[in-house]
């Protein structure tokens, strides 16, 4: 194994861990310190505090599922993705570019974030809401953070890609 490949996997181990962490951090901080339901503001009305428990997917989507169905659809199917992407990341580390390597591992970072809520509390802990003029999210945590930013630089850069050839 070449002194290439060993940093390349030890960068793939530092960007989910710190991905990760950030996330496990944050929520544990938040699970804490901040009621359910409670809202602090952090930048007058623009961003917001608020911790709720998700059950469901993106926006509570799959909430309502029986726990066979929720099982499968938000533990089951994303464990399966998260293994292979890992294998993939892995195995073809060496063809992938740098910036393209840490947006994917800030994608399985957020992922394995957001799975080890599941497994461990049942739920995943959200607590961001953004409202700047028009634009306005979801309450979201770090890991949606990790893996919307990562699917950014990807769709970027195969943007980028696109417009060389």
């Not at 809401?129 to 990562?150: E, K, L």
């Amino acid at each position: 194994m070449k002194f290439n490949a060993l940093f390349r996997y030890a960068l793939i181990l530092l960007v989910i861990s710190v991905n990760i962490g950030c996330d496990q951090i944050s929520k544990s901080v938040v699970r804490k310190n901040i009621e359910y339901q409670e809202s602090i503001q952090l930048v007058n009305d623009n961003v917001v505090l608020t911790k709720v428990e998700n059950s469901g997917a993106f926006l509570s989507m799959g909430d309502s599922l029986s726990p066979v169905m929720k099982n499968l659809l938000l533990l089951g199917l994303p464990v399966i993705t998260l293994l292979f992407g890992l294998f993939l990341l892995f195995r073809h580390s060496g063809a992938i570019g740098r910036w393209s390597l840490i947006a994917w591992c800030s994608i399985m970072g957020g992922g394995i974030g957001n799975i080890f809520d599941r497994v461990v509390h049942g739920s995943v802990t959200d607590f961001l809401y953004i409202h700047w003029g028009f634009f306005r999210t979801g309450i979201f945590n770090m890991a949606d953070v990790s893996i919307t930013g990562g699917v950014l630089v990807v769709l970027v850069l195969q943007l980028l890609e696109s417009r060389k050839t």
